[in-house]
């Protein structure tokens, strides 16, 4: 049987009868599908590990990486002294916004992904507003 993707999540609720990869994919899919990155307003994607995290900026109309930075990133490692905190974040946000003002990105979309707006995330968001983004 095929169920709709709101049918899924229902179901997900109700009897748990969906595998945990297909319930983040579907939750992945739900909200990408409202966010879309243009060449005037491209999207600003992140992603969340245990150890770090990495956001780039991306036009979806062609597909392309405009900016990309991480915790990995050695002037940023040199900073901190691990990818998991609020202030690793606050510091990507903040390079984030340096490097795509320095070609000319200012408004964005913020997509949080499968994420909570929330700790890390919300602290990469303030660091780009800070930074001069505007989303």
């Known amino acids: 049987m095929k169920f709709s993707k709101r049918v899924l999540l229902k179901l997900k609720n109700k009897n748990k009868k969906l595998k945990p990869n297909k ?3 579907l939750k992945r899919e739900s909200l990408r599908g409202l966010i879309k990155g243009t060449t005037e307003r491209p999207r600003l994607s992140v992603y969340r ?3 770090n995290i990495y956001a780039q900026i991306i036009d979806d109309t062609t597909s392309k ?3 990309s930075c991480s915790t990995l990133d050695r002037d940023i490692k040199l900073n901190i002294q691990n990818g998991r905190t609020c202030n690793a974040s606050k510091l990507i946000g903040q390079k984030l916004a340096k490097l795509s003002l320095k070609k000319n990105i200012t408004k964005i979309v913020f997509d949080r992904g499968p994420y909570l707006y929330h700790g890390r995330i919300k602290a990469l968001a303030d660091g780009a507003r800070e930074g001069g983004l505007q989303f």
């Open 23 to 25: 319930y983040k994919r």
């Open 49 to 51: 590990s245990n150890e």
């Open 65 to 67: 990486t405009l900016v």
